[in-house]
């Protein structure tokens, strides 16, 4: 079968790598190949940065006032609408999640669009109450340049939006480098950008792999903030970069995200919430609720339903409406499951479910996996899997739950469980990351920041302040009095 063959945007227009490079991508379904990208090495990443930069200095995106800006952000919203079958259809092809998931995000995602096109004229300035009669002054956000985005593959189109809208709300432009195992719907997105109207040079995308493309990208002299989404490893090469360009940063990294269930809880919505946290989007989330901290008390009736009830879940084919579990994303993902299970295995971890690939023909499918630890400090209650596999361990008061919780590098997101309102209070008060979820879980919404504590990075996206994240702040003062300027050998 012929490959579909995609190009990258630079500078607005449509082409393939210097070198004549391209790569594969394969479909998680099937494990074969299905598209073909261009392959951007130093020279592609530099055309793209330079004409961002080119771009950011015109006069044509200059006197686009943010007023207007945020209108051609709602056209983007409304053709990413009128374009939600297309695009979900494409994003599971391309990283093998599900369709109804994909259909849900895609479904959601001009709302992200919408909702920072509504603040892009809402960004203001202050007239500071100085302590100096003689002087006035006040602040001015202006936007930083280029921005790079890089982005992983797990969801590729949120995770872009919500770095796209508010860097072109505040007037930068930007640089888009998906992971290369899912190109696709980023090149459609930007190719619904132009449609848009948004001015050519404005959002490029280079396609390419991590160590080449990314880091070229990340390291650019050119490039004022890195807009990263991914694991801790890279994030480190990012950082080490950011110390040559002092491009500003935000890392949105991964977790070991607790759900805590007291015995008060309503368990059967419980666990709904604890199969929703761990094996939807076969557990490759940043969000994953991957350790389970149960109430002694209720604890084997609990385990025991979620086994019954996680054995059940139908694993298939992304593409079907009727499949719950899809593939793993990427053969290299599958072997880390299988990896970190072995270790589990052999650190003494008790196997409750799965622990295999799961029995299809094809693809990098993997069962629904769960076991039970004897420790918090187990290898794996503390690192992440970004896979299916559920660390399941008891707890007897709130104070070891929270206890529990909280040791961890991690503190990306938290579920708690419990009627009782003055203990979900306390819970979400004290556990340590940036998202908590009370009887609920992986909820989001433009309006909600994400982002987390410790390990998980820091910056935040989305929500009323996430434009703010791409403007510089610049104090100007004036000298109110009529008087000559006195003493310049000091201070004042
Ligand atoms: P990476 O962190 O490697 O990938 C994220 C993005 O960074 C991709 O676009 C990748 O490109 C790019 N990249 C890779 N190397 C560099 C580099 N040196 N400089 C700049 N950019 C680079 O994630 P992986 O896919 O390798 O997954 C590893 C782990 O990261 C997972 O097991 C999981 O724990 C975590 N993860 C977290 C995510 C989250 O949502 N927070 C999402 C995905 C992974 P390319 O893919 O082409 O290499």
């Known amino acids: 079968m012929s490959l579909q063959e995609f190009n990258m945007s630079i500078a607005g227009e449509w082409t393939g790598a210097n070198s004549g490079k391209v790569f594969e991508s394969l479909d998680p379904a099937t494990a074969s190949p299905w598209a073909q990208f261009p392959d951007a090495d130093e020279s592609d990443v530099n055309r793209a940065v330079e004409a961002a930069d080119r771009v950011f200095k015109s006069s044509e995106w200059r006197s686009i006032n943010a007023t207007a800006r945020g209108k051609l952000l709602?056209?983007?919203?409304?053709?990413?609408?009128?374009?939600?079958?297309?695009?979900?259809?494409?994003?599971?092809?391309?990283?093998?999640?599900?369709?109804?998931?994909?259909?849900?995000?895609?479904?959601?995602?001009?709302?992200?669009?919408?909702?920072?096109?509504?603040?892009?004229?809402?960004?203001?300035?202050?007239?500071?109450?100085?302590?100096?009669?003689?002087?006035?002054?006040?602040?001015?956000?202006?936007?930083?340049?280029v921005v790079a985005a890089i982005i992983p593959w797990n969801s590729p189109l949120y995770l872009t939006a919500i770095k796209l809208a508010p860097a072109l709300a505040a007037g930068n432009t930007i640089v888009l480098k998906p992971s290369e195992h899912a190109s696709a719907t980023l090149i459609e997105l930007v190719k619904l950008a132009e449609l848009a109207g948004i001015p050519k040079g404005v959002v490029s995308v280079v396609t390419g792999f991590g160590p080449s493309t990314g880091a070229a990208l990340s390291s650019h002299p050119l490039v004022r903030k890195v807009a990263f989404?991914?694991?801790?490893?890279?994030?480190?090469?990012?950082?080490?970069?950011?110390?040559?360009?002092?491009?500003?940063?935000?890392?949105?990294?991964?977790?070991?995200?607790?759900?805590?269930?007291?015995?008060?809880?309503?368990?059967?919505?419980a666990l709904n919430g604890i199969v929703a946290g761990i094996f939807a989007a076969s557990g490759q989330s940043c969000v994953a609720g991957s350790r389970l901290l149960i109430q002694r008390s209720v604890y084997n009736k609990f385990l025991d339903a979620l086994v019954e009830k996680a054995s059940k879940i139908k694993i298939g084919d992304p593409a079907l409406d009727e499949s719950e579990m899809g593939p793993m994303a990427t053969a290299q993902q599958l072997a880390v499951v299988e990896s970190f299970v072995e270790q589990a295995k052999k650190q003494g971890a008790k196997l409750r479910l799965g622990g295999e690939r799961a029995d299809l023909e094809k693809g990098w499918y993997y069962q629904p996996t769960i076991f039970e630890c004897a420790a918090n400090s187990d290898y794996l209650m503390q690192e992440e899997v970004f896979g299916p596999v559920a660390a399941v361990i008891p707890f007897d008061t709130e104070e070891e739950a929270l206890a529990m919780a909280n040791d961890s590098n991690y503190g990306l997101a938290a579920g708690v469980w419990t009627r009782d309102i003055a203990r979900a209070h306390r819970v979400a008060r004290d556990v340590h990351s940036g998202i908590i979820w009370v009887n609920t879980y992986r909820v989001v919404s433009a309006m909600a920041s994400i982002g987390g504590y410790k390990h998980s990075g820091y910056g935040r996206e989305s929500g009323i302040d996430s434009v703010l994240a791409y403007t510089e702040r610049k104090t100007v003062w004036i000298n109110l009095s009529s008087d000559p300027m006195s003493d310049p050998f000091v201070m004042r």
């Open 74 to 145: 709602r056209k983007l919203g409304d053709l990413v609408a009128q374009n939600i079958e297309t695009l979900a259809q494409l994003e599971s092809r391309d990283n093998g999640k599900l369709i109804r998931e994909t259909r849900a995000q895609v479904n959601y995602l001009p709302e992200f669009f919408y909702y920072t096109a509504g603040l892009a004229d809402k960004v203001e300035g202050e007239t500071l109450p100085l302590d100096k009669t003689d002087m006035m002054a006040y602040t001015i956000r202006e936007p930083l340049g």
């Open 229 to 269: 989404t991914g694991g801790a490893a890279t994030a480190k090469h990012v950082i080490r970069s950011s110390a040559e360009n002092f491009a500003k940063l935000s890392l949105e990294l991964g977790g070991k995200s607790p759900q805590i269930v007291f015995e008060d809880a309503d368990l059967d919505s």
